[in-house]
């Protein structure tokens, strides 16, 4: 099983909608988590850390299962310069890294 | 102003030759890393070192080196290049090596080994 798992996408959506990723991490000592944003052939960046409260960010939300092992990204009224990948990233207690998944790829089209 | 920068952006070699890649972060981070991202996108830790010291040390062949002349600089040396080193190499730091912080990638450096 993979430790951290996304679908894969693309998921295209037209500009204004609304789309949502999810993510599932199969080791429960991960401590921490967030969300990476990766644009086309350039470096991931740190879109926003993922809390067990939930969090928003304008117009990102974010929310985490611990109880599902599960994470959630919601972007509402979807803007051309969103088209991206988007990378779960979990960090086990104890290590120092992070752990990536393979990200979902996101279209939005005019 | 770069706070992570990676030297060269391209690299474009030989199989069997030797070839270093060269990191820097101005970000005055303990934790530096690198990953490998492969043509499938999947991004993988490879090393992990935190004020020079090695870290992480993940199952990478030992044809690969990372060297870190000082917190500020980690620098990767490859031997004897196989066509399956071809990849997107990303170096990263931050603060410390703590489990919510957050890295800050490099711009990559593209290697294609011919």
């Known amino acids: 099983r993979k430790e951290v798992e996304q679908d894969p996408g693309p998921f295209n959506v037209p500009e204004g909608a609304t789309v949502a990723f999810n993510c599932t991490y199969s080791?429960?000592?991960?401590?921490?988590f967030f969300w990476y944003r990766q644009d086309c052939r350039k470096e991931p960046k740190l879109l926003m850390s993922v809390y067990s409260s939930g969090n928003e960010d304008g117009r990102f939300t974010a929310q985490l299962n611990r109880a599902s092992q599960y994470i959630s990204l919601l972007i509402r009224d979807s803007k051309l310069s969103d088209s991206a990948t988007y990378l779960c990233v979990v960090n086990i207690a104890g290590y120092s890294t992070l752990t990536f998944g393979k990200g979902t790829m996101l279209l939005v089209s005019p | 102003d770069t706070a992570v920068s990676q030297t060269p952006k391209y690299l474009v070699t030989q199989m069997g030759n030797d070839k270093s890649i060269k990191c820097e972060q101005n970000l005055g981070h303990d934790t530096m890393y690198w990953y490998k991202q492969d043509s499938k996108k999947f991004l993988k830790i490879m090393f992990s070192?935190?004020?020079?010291?090695?870290?992480i040390n993940e199952t990478v062949p030992n044809r690969f080196s990372p060297k870190s002349p000082d917190k500020a600089h980690l620098n990767l040396h490859i031997n004897s290049l196989e066509l399956g080193d071809s990849a997107v190499y990303f170096c990263?730091?931050?603060?410390?090596?703590?489990?919510?912080?957050?890295?800050?990638f490099g711009p990559g450096t593209r290697l294609l080994v011919l």
């Open positions: 070192y935190n004020n020079k010291e090695l870290i």
């Open positions: 990263a730091s931050s603060q410390d090596q703590g489990t919510g912080e957050t890295q800050y």
């Open positions: 080791n429960s000592a991960s401590q921490s």
